[in-house]
């Protein structure tokens, strides 16, 4: 066995033992409970909450060095926590994400329009470096959609990645015994290259995915692109903001300021506070903090250092997968 075969076994091994482990969350910075943060101050009582949809959107934990459970779950704690506070009148969600599962997302989607009907106050999405795939997604449940002039977006589309070990494993002298019920038990096994029939299975799933996903682009507005129009430009590419806007997929090109502004009309407001929930107020208080979620760029670093690999389908954008 040479030595780029024996890192390939020690990285397929520590993989599968990370996503068995037991996860363990250290805290050196975060408060007990979510504490309120002003980004932007005002002579105003009235406050537009800032929330985060940062990295990729999944059911995972939140990392090491996070008080958050994960993306979903943070999200929905400050949205019931926005419910429940009568001088929040307007929400901007914040997006700096290529996307993520497909199941996360569209509960990231259901939850954000079930707090529009339920606190009837104006959402504005605001797309940051990139906002593709499940970020556009999740951005389509807003009532306006604003993307920084330098946004990459779009990316409507479904994958899935079966990692393939079978090679590899003949080469180390590895070899995996399956027991199965069924034909269809183990499709998708890392273990053995996929059959025609189980990619057919596959292809049937995504096409659904896809499916639901134009769904809710065609909602978002009543006189967007048609669904005919849609599949012509939904084929997995990202857009520029400009581009965007000119296919309809987006409302405004802006900053920070525009949202404001937008959520400002929507909410018959002159002005308001803008402030954010966070675990983190000594770190997380001004407009451009690196993230609400966690407490520095170095954690945040250290947390995507160890991801949790798994197969499944996802609304995503990223390249270098």
């Known amino acids: 066995m040479n030595k780029k075969h024996l890192i390939w076994l020690i990285l397929i091994t520590f993989f599968y033992l990370a996503a068995c482990s037991p996860r363990i969350n250290i805290d050196f910075l975060g408060q007990e409970k979510l504490q309120e943060v002003v980004l932007v101050e005002s002579g105003a009582r009235e406050k537009v909450l800032v929330i985060e949809v940062d990295g990729v959107i999944s059911s995972e934990s939140g990392g090491l060095f996070s008080r958050e459970g994960n993306v979903v779950s943070s999200v929905y704690q400050r949205l019931e926590k926005a419910a429940a ?150 084929d997995g590419r990202v857009y520029t903001a400009q581009q965007a806007l000119d296919l309809g997929l987006i409302d405004k090109i802006g900053y920070f300021e525009s949202a404001l502004k937008e959520v400002l009309t929507r909410a018959g407001l002159k002005e308001a506070r803008a402030v954010a929930y966070t675990y983190y107020p000594k770190k997380q208080n001004n407009l451009y903090a690196s993230s609400f979620l966690s407490p520095d760029s170095l954690t945040k670093a250290l947390e995507q250092l160890l991801p949790a690999l798994k197969t499944g389908f996802y609304y995503l954008w990223l390249p270098g997968w």
């Open 85 to 234: 506070d009568p001088l929040v009148k307007g929400v901007i969600v914040r997006l700096e994400t290529p996307g993520g599962e497909v199941t996360s997302s569209d509960v990231l989607y259901h939850e954000i329009q079930r707090f529009r009907q339920k606190k009837n106050v104006p959402v504005v999405a605001l797309m940051l470096g990139v906002a593709a795939s499940g970020g556009y997604y999740v951005a389509s449940a807003c009532d306006t959609i604003i993307a920084h002039p330098t946004t990459l977006t779009g990316s409507i589309g479904v994958i899935a990645v079966f990692p393939e070990v079978e090679g590899l494993m003949n080469k180390v002298g590895v070899k995996t015994a399956v027991v199965k019920s069924g034909a269809m038990k183990d499709a998708g096994s890392p273990f053995r290259g996929m059959s025609e029939e189980e990619k057919h299975l596959f292809q049937k799933i995504i096409d659904e995915h896809y499916e639901k996903f134009l769904q809710v682009v065609k909602a978002r507005k009543e006189n967007g692109p048609s669904l005919e129009d849609l599949r012509k430009i939904a």
